[in-house]
DNA sequence: CTTATTTTAGAACAATCGTTATAAAATTCG
DNA sequence: CGAATTTTATAACGATTGTTCTAAAATAAG
């Protein structure tokens, strides 16, 4: 019927991905988008509507992409190993980030307007998703006997997932090795059994 | 000499404080400190400087009154007393906040541009002084077999920055009772001796 | 090939941004 | 009072914002 797409949706999306997530929403220019994708206002508009349209999508990307994924490899461990790999992880994402972009989902909690209940919503889904994530795997834990029974499993979800966002925002001020491995190394105390 | 001022200074920083403050720094037009303020963009360039600059100073506002204020109040008690009383207020804030503008420090962490090394420092500066403080606190609390020794006061104490600055970022998007106060119930197992 | 439909390219839009120029109003000192 | 000086108020500045309009280019179906 009608011409074709010059452009990959996907690739789009993770170069506007890129930059909204280095620079933030209100930073990121409509023409710094145009810069970014290689397409044009149009195209843009087009295909996935306005800046705000755009950022979700952007951002429902990096959740599926660096989050999901993630998640769903360290279910397949048992679940002590599993949360010292996930911690271990945050602390190479920190640590090896030379733009200091920190984690795009914790940059959004902060970034998103607080008038935009939609947005806040999605953003309060994902945590919750890690939430339960953390949750099912200290229960798996304190089951099997590799992690402290004496907290709620429900508690110390909550306060791993305190931590985890501390990291994150910490690292994008003070990357500092010391800094953020001292603020997992205290977790012993907490999930040692 | 001259006419005098007809404003206080420190009003008008409190006011372009709360707007910063709800709004953050890009989304906070000169017109909206015009308006919250009450004076006009004349005065507040001349008495301030440009928007930076007043974001500047109403940042450091923020931090000697809702900060340091706050840390010397904690100095008098004893430290186990001492980092409860302080964690407790924390709790407070963050649940008596019915716009969810959260702490302004650490939204200043995040909404910094990551070139503008200057005021990064200065995010950082207070960041380390609120380290000390818990490290001091952790430090003394084990001296007097109060707090937990297991770990290093240093480790321990960005383990509370961490969990401290997590629940700040996690009010703002998911302001619940039991998610707030659970991240904090598992402390005892990182304090209690 | 023609027609229909969509994507392109790039200019253009009004609105808003941070900031400054201009001049009137107000005060202290001589 | 008059001179000097600073703060006010208002309007305006160019630049940039998000978004849309116009027309040319490109493909699929008839």
Known sequence: MARPREFDEQEVLNAALERFWAQGFDATSMRDLIESTGLT?????NAFGDKRALYRKSLDH???RGIRERLARCRDLPPRQALEAFFQDVLCRSLEDPQHKGCMLVNAALDVPPED????QTVA?????LETF????IAAGQADGSIRAGQP?????RHLLAVLTGIRVLARVRPEKALLEGA?????DVINP
Chains 1, 2 share one sequence.
Do not use: F, H, N, W
């Open 184 to 188: 997992v190394a205290s977790l012993q």
């Open 125 to 129: 889904e994902v945590l919750r998703g």
């Open 134 to 137: 953390l949750c099912q795997t």
């Open 153 to 157: 499993a429900a508690d110390m979800a």
């Open 41 to 45: 206002a149009a195209s843009l508009y």
């Open 117 to 120: 209940t939609e947005l806040r």
């Open 62 to 64: 990096y959740v599926q």
